[in-house]
């Protein structure tokens, strides 16, 4: 079996500022707008990373579950890790198996979501989701519309290498996160403790930012880093030769 990053979910007050952002450093696209988001009181934006995804969701109204993750986190920042699995059924039974909470949980002819609650699991909204038909890394996927490949770019970045997860006990939290994908803790370069995806990794490194646990930040491929840098340079995001900062997420251009 295999687990796959395929989508980063942000959560931001000004949705078009973030959008303005992305599209300025980064260079990606607006791939989809879901109409379905309206649902929870959110707007969206969806920009395809390659063939992964970086979401964006802004509250529209008062009293939905991102608003109070913008006042916990104080601020815009990292909300969801979004998963894709090859068989749902197994992290189903194991989520069962363990005693956890579902957010969301529906099961569509071609789309299957089991969302859990992050009471449960620590560290951020952690979603495990089955795609039918073709499951190959650039395969389909429900919540970026069926035309989302026209959006793609990769002229600057071109994947998303890793996702940071930040909290007062990051071995805890990994080995919780171990336990729910059933895939062994490492330790990556820095002895932080880590989750390899099979398309990426997730790792976990301590607080230090006073915004407590959460999603902080994303590795992503660079393919023109002069061009990033720039560009983040000219909006006042740039903060070190690897480090940018968008949406209270540290971006790190990483080679391939």
């Known amino acids: 079996m295999w687990v796959r990053l395929r989508q980063i979910a942000l959560v931001a007050r000004d949705l078009a500022q973030i959008t303005d952002d992305l599209h300025g450093v980064l260079g990606l696209e607006v791939g989809f707008r879901d109409p379905g988001v309206k649902v929870f009181g959110l707007q969206n934006a969806l920009f395809p990373v390659g063939s992964q995804f970086i979401e964006v969701v802004s509250p529209i109204q008062e009293g939905t579950a991102g608003g109070r993750y913008l006042e916990r986190r104080a601020g815009d920042g990292g909300y969801m890790v979004i998963t894709q699995c090859d068989d749902h059924a197994p992290h189903k039974k194991r989520v069962a198996e363990l005693g956890i909470r579902k957010v969301l949980e529906a099961d569509e002819p071609e789309y299957h979501i089991m ?12 979603e495990i989701d089955f795609q039918e ?7 389909p996927w429900m919540p970026a519309g069926r035309n989302w490949k026209a959006a793609v770019r990769t002229n600057i970045v071109r994947a998303i290498a890793a996702a940071e997860i930040q909290s007062p006990d990051p071995a805890g939290l990994a080995s919780r996160w171990s336990q729910i994908l059933e895939i062994p803790v490492q330790r990556d370069a ?13 790792r976990f490194v301590p607080a230090e930012d006073g915004r407590g646990e959460g999603l902080g930040g994303l590795d992503l491929v660079a393919v023109d880093r002069k061009a990033m840098f720039a560009n983040a340079e000219k909006r006042g995001k740039r903060v070190d030769d690897d480090l ?5 997420m540290r971006l790190r251009a990483v080679d391939a």
């Open 244 to 248: 940018v900062m968008i949406c209270g």
């Open 133 to 139: 038909g073709d499951l190959s890394p650039d395969g």
């Open 115 to 126: 969302q859990l609650h992050p009471r449960d699991t620590g560290g951020s909204f952690l």
């Open 190 to 202: 820095a002895n932080n403790p880590a989750i390899r995806l099979e398309n990426a990794t997730l």
